[in-house]
């Protein structure tokens, strides 16, 4: 086996094994990555065997302090690996890794595993190599995903939700822009944490016109056709995860945002394996926000870990 810095040469090679992989999405995708590679300088490593056919995948990027981040832009990152993996691989992998990164005078791995929501098939070789290697799990941030192929029957709020849509007329609609809505949610991050949005509309918008069967918007709005909300999801793999969602003051007091979780998991986006509300932890995982956890489970939501590991080269 040979390990190698990415290169924009195999960009095909690398989308392809994506595709074909037990545990990629489409975040790992090369235009997905590189849409804000000036924020995040990539360093992704490739994996080959004896006759250069990849083997795995590191999407990764620097971080200050010569620290490898696998992914610092992305949600989850780590080692993105084939239907043929063993569990020895990953040992054999981290090994050549540390080797890597000992050359290049790089003293730590940030390491953002995978959620199984997202694996076709067993993939946490990379946690036992995590462990061999003395790994040290940092960041462990509690997310709720309804399992949609055995569902818990969800609480009166689902009943609720129905009721208030038929009392408010409200419809949730699919639109191919984020733009109507994304002042909400602009607004909405002010208001609840004092930050704004990790992207903008336009990176949205571009995003979506590279990924149009991955990244889906929707609004709720009145009879009156005024926006109410919207929601940004990203698909992939029977995963639908909800990656921004915010209402008008008009529309939470309509619990409209309740209607578009509604809407979406059990009449607009069928046949999928999971829906992911995303974490309700700040302060790295220590703090968790128990009313939104309540609220999510009350769809029928369960526990969902995120775990991010580090790494001494």
């Not at 595709?19 to 995040?40: P, V």
Request: glycine content about 6%.
């Amino acid at each position: 086996m040979k390990i190698s810095r990415y290169s924009h040469s195999i960009k095909s090679e690398w989308d392809a094994f994506v595709d074909a992989s037990k545990n990629g999405t489409f975040l790992f995708r090369r235009d997905y990555m590189e849409y804000h590679a000036d924020r995040f300088p990539d360093h992704s490593y490739v994996f080959t065997d004896d006759d250069g056919r990849i083997v795995a995948l590191l999407p990764a990027t620097l971080r200050e302090g010569r620290v490898l981040s696998s992914h610092a832009g992305l949600t989850y990152g780590g080692l993105v690996l084939s239907d043929r993996t063993s569990g020895v691989n990953p040992l054999v992998m981290f090994d050549m890794l540390r080797e890597e990164m000992r050359k290049e005078e790089l003293c730590k791995l940030i390491y953002k595993a995978i959620p199984h929501i997202y694996h076709r098939q067993g993939a946490e070789e990379d946690l036992y190599a995590l462990f061999r290697n003395n790994a040290v799990l940092s960041v462990r941030n509690l997310s709720t995903a309804i399992n949609l192929r055995n569902p818990i029957a969800s609480s009166r709020l689902g009943k609720r939700a129905e009721k208030r849509q038929r009392k408010g007329n409200i419809s949730v609609n699919e639109v191919e822009s984020c733009r109507s809505f994304w002042d909400i949610i602009i607004e909405d991050r002010r208001i609840r944490h004092n930050v704004r949005p990790v992207h903008t509309a336009a990176e949205l918008d571009y995003l979506k016109s590279r990924f149009p069967d991955n990244i889906l918007f929707y609004t709720a709005c009145d009879e009156a056709g005024e926006v109410l909300g919207g929601a940004v999801i990203y698909l992939d793999r029977g995963v639908i995860h909800l990656q921004y969602a915010a209402c008008t003051q008009r529309g939470k007091d309509m619990y409209a945002a309740d209607v578009i979780y509604h809407e979406l998991i059990f009449n607009t986006l069928p046949g999928n394996a999971w829906f992911d509300f995303g974490i309700s932890n700040e302060d790295a995982g220590r703090y968790l926000n128990e009313g939104m956890v309540h609220h999510k489970e009350e769809f029928g939501g369960r526990s969902v870990v995120y775990d991010i590991y580090e790494m001494e080269v």
